[in-house]
């Protein structure tokens, strides 16, 4: 279990007159993970996602608050090991070694997680099999496509079997077929009891693959839910036109509803009912558009 308590992250930072000021990025967030599950971090650019993973995966201290797997503090002194042995991370950026090939890379990270050389070996072979990048192991990494980079960054982050995986904006700039294959793998490891924790601003992305998601908006928790009472909150059907100031919306609990609505509304342009997604959701709690 992931329990995050009041986690806070000010950074320094300069106000327009030049003063010296604070920003606070991350601001007393609170949440649960439940082991096996794949739990979503959501929100606009700025939100404070970054920031959350980076205190999550020992990269960065807290400015106040708690974060605890397995009911033990993080940040306590003697547990730096257990909890590098505990995860895996998927960051946002590629940060492989550009001199060395895929294999190299590979047996580079688990020599610094102290694996034997026939383990090694091993857990190399499994892992770029699983990911599909087994013909490439002699390639230098800067050859890769974008997809297959993140694919080699997921095989390498899991290459001492962490429970918890962290992945930062795991499938950002890539295209939608790219993306699937990687929300597939995903499913895999929670099928295995792999925990994982990602964050995203793909709406698609966090209703897909997420049993739960939090939206998070200038470093708070703005809510909490399963993608599905999301949508059952806000009302599970849509009905939008053309409004005067660009489309607008209305949401509906029963389906009737909606039609009668929408049939009031006969001369507005461009009506249409239809059910109601995440995006509806997240632009109804932030006032942000997602996926840009
Ligand atoms: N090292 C730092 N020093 C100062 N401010 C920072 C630092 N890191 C992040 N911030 C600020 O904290 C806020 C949250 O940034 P963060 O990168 O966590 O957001 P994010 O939700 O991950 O955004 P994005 O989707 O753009 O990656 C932003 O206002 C950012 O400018």
Same mark, same amino acid.
């Given at each position: 279990m992931i329990v995050i308590d009041k986690l806070t992250k000010k950074f320094p930072h300069k106000d327009k007159k030049g003063q010296k000021t604070e920003k606070t990025a991350v601001d007393a967030l609170s949440l649960h993970v439940r082991p096996g599950e794949v739990f979503g971090l959501l929100g606009p650019n700025g939100a404070g996602k970054t920031t959350t993973i980076r205190m999550l995966t020992m990269q960065l201290k807290p400015t106040a608050g708690k974060i605890a797997y397995g009911g033990r503090?993080?940040? /306590? /002194?003697?547990e730096a090991q257990r909890v590098k042995s505990l995860i895996g991370v998927v960051p946002q950026h590629v940060n492989f070694?550009?001199?060395?090939t895929v294999g190299e890379n590979m047996e580079l990270h688990a020599r610094l997680h102290h694996m034997e050389k026939r383990e090694r070996q091993q857990r190399i072979a499994e892992l770029l099999n699983y990911v599909e990048l087994t013909e490439v192991?002699?390639?230098?990494? &800067? &050859?890769?496509s974008g997809g297959m980079k993140r694919r080699l960054l997921i095989a390498r982050a899991l290459i001492h079997k962490p429970k918890i995986l962290f992945m930062d904006?795991?499938?950002? %700039?890539?295209?939608p077929q790219v993306r699937r294959r990687i929300w597939d793998l995903v499913r895999g490891l929670a099928r295995e009891g792999v925990t994982v924790f990602l964050t995203t601003h793909y709406i698609e992305e966090a209703e897909n693959l997420c049993q739960r998601v939090a939206i998070l908006n200038k470093g708070k928790l703005t809510a909490l839910d399963t993608p599905e009472n999301f949508k059952e909150r806000l009302g599970k059907f849509t009905v939008e036109w053309d409004g005067s100031e660009g489309r607008e919306y209305r949401f509906f609990g029963e389906k009737q509803e909606a039609a009668a609505f929408a049939g009031s509304q006969e %001369?507005?342009?461009?009506i249409l009912i239809r059910p109601t997604n995440l995006e509806d959701v997240f632009i109804e709690l932030t006032g942000h558009k997602g996926g840009l």
């Open positions: 503090d993080i940040f /306590s /002194s003697g070694d550009q001199d060395l192991i002699n390639d230098n990494v &800067r &050859r890769l904006e795991p499938t950002v %700039a890539l295209d %001369a507005a342009g461009g």
